[in-house]
């Protein structure tokens, strides 16, 4: 069964403060694995595609890379405006159409 | 460019009740879909439609229907409106199609059904 886990469900941080968000997935042939941003009351926002393992991208304060297994997001220096929900979603091979997305991180940063 | 647009931003039914939400984008993509997304469950896939004419159900597609109007329109109906159906309902387009190199989904505001 294709599936995505992302951990850990909550996390806050001082700002100023790194880590990393893990994304593990099964799923039956990856195409490609999207991280996404969700303010509340938004609809999730792209960040980042990765499409094979050792793959990296970086944006401003964030940097996400992937293995065969899972994906991290790491946080660099994190701001209180980096507060949001990360969501993960993997995409399968055998059908472009079909994602899968993790029920996210819920990122607060205090200042 | 609007991208991703989606009506009405809230709504409140009776169990029974039916309506219709729509979606529209402006990005001339080929492919559309339409996911909830409850508490603690992530977005989950109801249907998706590939390309103008087409429709296929996603992973929770009981309950709703959907037609694909024309390239820009895809709607989603829900012909007799229940509780377990409260959710945020969100559209999103993707360029997916046989030749493309770029799967990106751009997603919509929302519409936040509550079914009482």
């Known amino acids: 069964e294709d599936q995505v886990t992302q951990s850990p469900e909550a996390l806050r941080l001082q700002e100023g403060e790194s880590s990393s968000l893990n994304c593990s997935y099964t799923?039956?042939?990856?195409?490609?694995l999207f991280w996404y941003r969700q303010d509340p009351g938004k609809g999730p926002e792209f960040l980042f595609t990765l499409y094979s393992a050792g793959e990296e991208k970086e944006k401003e304060r964030l940097k996400a890379t992937l293995t065969k297994k899972e994906s991290f997001l790491h946080i660099t220096a994190p701001k209180p405006e980096d507060s949001a929900t990360y969501l993960c979603a993997v995409q399968a091979s055998y059908n472009f159409n079909k994602f899968y997305f993790g029920s996210g991180t819920k990122l607060n940063v205090k200042p | 460019n609007a991208g991703v647009t989606q009506t009405p931003k809230f709504q409140v039914l009776k169990t029974g009740q039916s309506m219709t939400l729509q979606c529209a984008q402006d990005?001339?993509?080929?492919?559309m879909y339409w996911y909830r997304q409850d508490p603690g469950m992530g977005l989950r896939l109801i249907y998706y439609?590939?390309?103008?004419?087409?429709?296929d159900k996603g992973e929770v597609p009981n309950g709703y229907n959907v037609s694909r109007l024309n390239k820009r329109e895809f709607s989603l109906r829900l012909e007799s409106a229940a509780p377990s159906q409260t959710s945020v309902y969100f559209c999103?387009?993707?360029?997916?199609?046989?030749?493309?190199?770029?799967?990106?989904?751009?997603f919509g505001p929302g519409t936040r059904l509550t079914v009482l």
């Open positions: 439609s590939a390309s103008e004419g087409t429709t």
């Open positions: 990005m001339n993509h080929n492919s």
């Open positions: 999103a387009s993707s360029e997916t199609g046989v030749f493309t190199s770029t799967d990106t989904q751009y």
């Open positions: 799923v039956s042939g990856l195409r490609g």
